[in-house]
């Protein structure tokens, strides 16, 4: 079974940048399908990115507008997030999460494997 360990978190002013790693342990990642899922305090989860097992697909919250890239490297086991031009809003606790299926989901019930989260927190 999977593990997945989450990094990359921190403080940072509107506008700043993090980029942040998912590292899987336990399966290689090439099995499964990797999603970024936030949650705010007081907010339900929601999915902010997704990649497909093969890499072929990905996607996006219609909130990123174009600021976060999402990117895996199988042979270091690793799915990473970028994140540009961050904004209060985005201030929230990220999930990186797993399913064996082979598409890109931004629907949190439907990853089956989850990270303990790194904390993001956009100040000014």
């Not at 980029?19 to 090439?30: E, I, N, Q, W």
């Not at 919250?61 to 961050?86: C, H, K, P, W």
């Amino acid at each position: 079974q999977v593990q997945l360990v989450e990094s990359g978190g921190g403080s940072v002013q509107p506008g700043g940048f993090l980029r942040l790693t998912c590292l899987a342990s336990g399966a290689t990642l090439d099995n499964y399908s990797i999603g970024w899922v936030r949650q705010a305090p007081g907010k339900e989860r929601e999915g902010v990115s997704c990649i497909s097992r093969s890499g072929a697909r990905t996607n996006y919250a219609e909130f990123v507008e174009g600021r976060f890239t999402i990117s895996r490297d199988d042979a270091s086991n690793t799915v990473y997030l970028q994140m540009y031009n961050l904004k209060l809003e985005d201030t929230a606790l990220y999930h990186c999460a797993a399913t064996r299926k082979d598409f890109c989901t931004m629907s949190p019930q439907n990853y089956d494997h989850w990270g303990q989260g790194t904390q993001v927190t956009v100040w000014s």
